[in-house]
Nanobody, 127 residues
C-alpha cells in the first residue's frame, strides 16, 4: 500500500523558514518525479515545485523561485521542500505527490499528472 506522509508545517513569521518532508512507504520515491502542491482556502490546488527522476531537472513556480528548494534523500526515501523567506501568501496546505511522468514540466506541473497524494501539512505565515 502506497502512503505518502507530509510533515514539517507550522506557524512561522514572515521571513522565516520551514522544511517540509514527504516520506513514503510502499513505494521507492527514486523511481518517480515528485511534486509539491499547495492549496489555500477558496483557491485551486497549484503546483509549487517538482523534482524529476534522477534529479535531472526541477521546476519552481515563479513566485517561489530563489526562496524554495526541492531535494531528495534516497536513503530516507524522502523528498524535502526547504522554504525560506516565507511570505503570508505562502500560507496553504502543502501536499506531495508522485508523478505519472519521469520528468517535471517546464512551465508548470499539473495535478492530473500526479497519482498518489499525501494528506497535506498546514503552513501558516503570519506575524
Amino acid at each position: 500500500q502506497v502512503q505518502l506522509v507530509e510533515s514539517g508545517g507550522g506557524l512561522v513569521q514572515p521571513g522565516g523558514s520551514l522544511r517540509l518532508s514527504c516520506t513514503a512507504s510502499g513505494i521507492t520515491l527514486d523511481y518517480y518525479a515528485i511534486g509539491w502542491f499547495r492549496q489555500a482556502p477558496g483557491k485551486e490546488r497549484e503546483g509549487v515545485s517538482c523534482i524529476s527522476v534522477n534529479d535531472r531537472d526541477t521546476y519552481y513556480k515563479d513566485s517561489v523561485k530563489d526562496r524554495f528548494t526541492i531535494s531528495r534523500d534516497s536513503v530516507r526515501n524522502t523528498v524535502y521542500l526547504q522554504m525560506n523567506s516565507l511570505k503570508p501568501e505562502d500560507t496553504a496546505v502543502y501536499y506531495c505527490a508522485t508523478s505519472l511522468l519521469t520528468r517535471c514540466g517546464v512551465a508548470n506541473i499539473r495535478t492530473r499528472d500526479f497519482v498518489s497524494w499525501g494528506q497535506g501539512t498546514q503552513v501558516t505565515v503570519s506575524s
